[in-house]
């Protein structure tokens, strides 16, 4: 059946792309997950018919549960309901996983890139960019054409084929030179605000990724630091309103960053 579905989802991503309707589709199976997953990364905000939505969602949910759903059970608390959890972030079963998005909000466009930003929009679906567009076009209604998400202001939306109920988007600081209090002051505000909507939103769990680590060259061990510090604060000047905060790493490197500064 879910090979079905992913013929069906193939053929019909191709016909909607005016420049690769032509494609020639692999046989292989791993081959025409990389050609669907390609053509959904390149599709830009629109509505499709519902009875390929429907087969897109019963395709993600299925694989979703072959990569394996992580409960917030399954995740150990190090201290004080904070946690350190290595692997792809969009198998949490939590109220919120965090995304480092861009100042346009609508995920990565580059095929099969390998940015969170990207799985996360590849697997919750084409209804996760459709929604992050509705909201940037009402927030150039109220603020000009030319608008773009600042640094370290969250964007809440639902999670659609994602285990977690919501994701929430924030753009973090890029190093482009030499890092300044400014930059870690941006950093600091991430991760705060982040958890002022899931206190606004009554989300009690969230996990976040290494915001502004990798491309945006903010340094590791300074940004988990960051990280750890502002979390810690914000809990205990919060205390009992937030029941999980996930670090999710994929490095070994700032899984055992995390794990001193945790320690």
């Known amino acids: 059946m879910q090979e079905q579905r992913l013929d069906f989802l193939v053929e019909e991503f191709k016909a909607d792309s005016d420049e690769y309707s032509d494609l020639q589709t692999p046989n292989d199976m791993e081959g025409k997950r990389r050609v669907l997953r390609s053509l959904m990364n390149i599709r830009m905000p629109k509505k499709i018919a519902d009875d390929v939505l429907a087969v897109q969602d019963e395709y993600l949910k299925e694989r979703a549960a072959d990569k394996g759903i992580v409960e917030l059970s399954d995740i150990p608390v190090i201290r004080d309901g904070i946690s350190i959890w290595q692997g792809d972030i969009t198998r949490l079963a939590v109220d919120a996983i ?6 346009q909000m609508l995920g990565c466009f580059v095929p099969m890139h390998t940015c969170i930003d990207n799985c996360i929009h590849t697997f919750a679906g084409i209804q996760l960019r459709e929604e992050c567009s509705r909201q940037m076009n009402q927030l150039r209604i109220k603020y000009g054409r030319d608008y773009e998400q600042p640094t370290a202001v969250p964007m809440l939306t639902d999670a659609y084929n994602l285990p977690a109920k919501k994701v929430i988007h924030i753009v973090g600081p890029i190093v482009q030179y030499k890092l300044t209090l400014e930059l870690e002051k941006d950093l600091a505000d991430c991760y705060r605000n982040t958890l002022a909507m899931c206190l606004e939103n009554g989300l009690k769990s969230v996990a976040f990724c290494c915001i502004s680590t990798g491309v945006f060259h903010f ?6 630091e960051i990280a750890v510090e502002n979390e810690q604060g914000w809990l205990q000047e919060h205390h009992g309103e937030m029941e999980s905060v996930i670090f999710n790493v994929f490095k070994d490197e700032d899984k055992s960053i995390y794990e001193k500064l945790l320690s």
């Open 219 to 224: 340094p590791n061990k300074r940004a988990a």
């Open 98 to 103: 965090v995304n480092a998005a861009n100042s």
